[in-house]
Nanobody, 120 residues
Framework: QVQLVESGGGLVQAGGSLRLSCVAS????????MAWYRQAPGKQRAPVAT????????IYADSVKGRFTISRDSAKDTVYLQMNSLKPEDTAVYYC?????????????WGKGTQVTVSS
């Protein structure tokens, strides 16, 4: 089992920055991919960025390319999401996900989420 805990959300003005953190615990040696998803009010949860834990290969949603950066610190079992040039449409609950497989769309493990609110 793997547990995920997100932190770093908050209220920020448009154009500002936030850095989210996701700390993994438990059987983290078995995790090969991690991701950030977000869910805005009235919308489905959608992928934001993914990273493979060993090679560090990243994939981004088109809506965040050039503004968000996903990274990992394997020694700390932590994944980050650096969010710059934030827009009101980035407002959502941000969730961390992890899985044993690379390329999955059915993530095994989820955190409880952290709220990000961007004011105009």
């Amino acid at each position: 089992q793997v547990q995920l805990v997100e932190s770093g959300g908050g209220l920020v003005q448009a154009g500002g920055s936030l850095r989210l953190s996701c700390v993994a615990s438990g059987s983290t040696f078995s995790i090969n991919a991690m991701a950030w998803y977000r869910q805005a009010p009235g919308k489905q949860r959608a992928p934001v960025a993914t990273i493979t834990t060993r090679s560090g290969t990243t994939i981004y949603a088109d809506s965040v390319k050039g503004r968000f950066t996903i990274s990992r610190d394997s020694a700390k079992d932590t994944v980050y999401l650096q969010m710059n040039s934030l827009k009101p449409e980035d407002t959502a609950v941000y969730y961390c996900a992890a899985d044993h497989s690379i390329g999955t769309k059915n993530w095994n493990y989820w955190g409880k989420g952290t709220q990000v609110t961007v004011s105009s």
